[in-house]
């Protein structure tokens, strides 16, 4: 019997009575999953699972508890990236029972508390879950939302509260972007990009207020998040929001394309105007907004970088989005 059947075998009966863990295989390491919602994992000081080699990134990954009690595992736009049983991961994965984690050459095995029977078929909800197969020119909104001065924060506190920062900030973001409808979430660093597929065009001015809803509340949990840690100062965040076509799908359920470069760039361009959403020209069109004095969304012209001229942006503050959304579906 080899060495990796035998781990496996010991994992499935131990008794449920035991928190979770990741195990080292290594050295027989185990590095508990108990108190808490989330473990950093890293080579740097302060990571509740601390990994000593070079092609593990000093801030990783992270593995988030859950409301219902699952497990994920998030990277952290890591240099060598995260795997679960040989596939990267590039959004939250919930783990099951004796999935195998690598980061950089460091493998480590996940022991749930209860056996880990994974969440069946017919228990999830799929209504927004993405499909592997590859769609072209699909019609899509791209939401990027980024936390402004993380380089500086950083800095300035310790690595275990930085962890439980973006932490948490991305199970946050995560739950009321696939609330709202988002077909897929990806994070990046201290970033999130989230997608919407516009199926139906009936549907397309609904499913756009929802996108501006989801920034709005991601606002208003980041403020949350700000006042419930010790941290030097308030957290921010600038968003940028572009619709058009995209490639969607594939096996990281990802969106490609120039559409969401720009909405990259458009979160970026929030800087140059000095309010913390932009909307790019179709989106303002799509919501069939209108111009004028009244409107509480600024045209302006703004320049984003790898486009040759000045391109058109809607932008508008949180506060005057979160009052131009209600009553609104």
């Given at each position: 019997?080899?060495?990796?059947?035998i781990?496996?075998?010991?994992?499935?009966?131990?008794?449920?009575t035991i928190?979770?863990?990741?195990l080292?295989?290594?050295s027989g390491?185990?590095?508990?999953?108990?108190?808490?919602?989330?473990?950093?994992?890293?080579?740097?000081?302060?990571?509740?699972?601390m990994?000593d080699?070079?092609?593990?990134?000093?801030?990783?990954?992270?593995?988030?508890?859950?409301?219902?009690?699952?497990?994920?595992?998030?990277?952290?736009?890591?240099?060598?990236?995260?795997?679960?049983?040989?596939?990267?991961?590039?959004?939250?994965?919930?783990l099951?029972?004796?999935?195998?984690?690598?980061?950089?050459?460091?493998?480590?095995?996940?022991?749930?508390?209860?056996?880990?029977?994974?969440?069946?078929?017919?228990?999830?909800?799929?209504?927004?879950?993405?499909?592997?197969?590859?769609?072209?020119?699909?019609?899509t909104?791209?939401?990027v939302?980024?936390?402004r001065?993380?380089?500086?924060?950083?800095?300035?506190?310790?690595?275990s509260?930085l962890?439980?920062?973006?932490?948490?900030?991305?199970?946050?973001?995560?739950?009321i972007?696939?609330?709202?409808?988002?077909?897929?979430?990806?994070?990046?660093?201290?970033?999130?990009?989230?997608?919407?597929?516009?199926?139906?065009p009936?549907?397309?001015?609904?499913?756009?207020?929802?996108a501006?809803?989801a920034?709005?509340?991601?606002?208003?949990?980041?403020?949350?998040?700000?006042?419930?840690?010790?941290?030097?100062?308030?957290?921010?965040?600038g968003?940028?929001?572009n619709?058009?076509p995209?490639?969607v799908?594939?096996a990281?359920?990802?969106?490609?394309?120039?559409?969401?470069?720009?909405a990259?760039r458009l979160?970026?361009?929030?800087?140059q105007?000095?309010?913390?959403?932009?909307?790019?020209?179709?989106?303002?069109?799509?919501?069939?907004?209108?111009?004028?004095?009244?409107?509480?969304?600024?045209?302006?012209?703004?320049?984003?970088?790898?486009?040759?001229?000045?391109?058109?942006?809607?932008?508008?503050?949180?506060d005057?989005?979160?009052?131009?959304?209600?009553?609104?579906?």
């Amino acid at each position: 019997m080899t060495v990796g059947r035998i781990l496996v075998n010991w994992c499935a009966v131990t008794p449920s009575t035991i928190e979770a863990y990741l195990l080292q295989e290594s050295s027989g390491r185990r590095y508990p999953l108990g108190e808490g919602q989330t473990w950093a994992i890293g080579r740097g000081d302060g990571c509740a699972v601390m990994l000593d080699s070079r092609s593990v990134s000093r801030l990783h990954a992270l593995i988030q508890r859950k409301d219902a009690g699952d497990f994920s595992l998030v990277d952290l736009g890591s240099r060598n990236g995260s795997f679960v049983n040989a596939r990267r991961v590039s959004l939250p994965l919930v783990l099951s029972d004796n999935d195998r984690l690598l980061f950089g050459d460091q493998e480590l095995i996940f022991c749930s508390a209860g056996g880990g029977a994974s969440l069946s078929i017919a228990a999830m909800n799929t209504r927004n879950m993405p499909t592997t197969a590859i769609h072209t020119h699909s019609l899509t909104t791209i939401v990027v939302v980024d936390i402004r001065d993380f380089t500086p924060l950083a800095r300035t506190v310790s690595e275990s509260l930085l962890s439980q920062t973006i932490g948490t900030w991305f199970l946050r973001t995560g739950q009321i972007t696939q609330r709202l409808g988002s077909w897929a979430q990806k994070y990046i660093g201290d970033a999130v990009m989230a997608v919407w597929v516009h199926d139906h065009p009936e549907s397309l001015a609904t499913d756009l207020m929802k996108a501006l809803r989801a920034v709005s509340e991601i606002n208003t949990a980041t403020g949350e998040i700000s006042k419930a840690l010790p941290l030097p100062g308030p957290l921010r965040i600038g968003a940028g929001v572009n619709t058009g076509p995209a490639i969607v799908g594939g096996a990281e359920y990802t969106a490609l394309g120039d559409t969401v470069n720009a909405a990259f760039r458009l979160e970026a361009a929030t800087k140059q105007i000095g309010l913390g959403v932009a909307l790019g020209a179709r989106t303002f069109q799509e919501l069939a907004l209108t111009e004028g004095s009244s409107s509480p969304f600024a045209k302006r012209e703004v320049e984003l970088k790898g486009y040759e001229g000045p391109s058109t942006a809607w932008g508008i503050s949180f506060d005057a989005l979160q009052e131009f959304l209600k009553g609104r579906p």
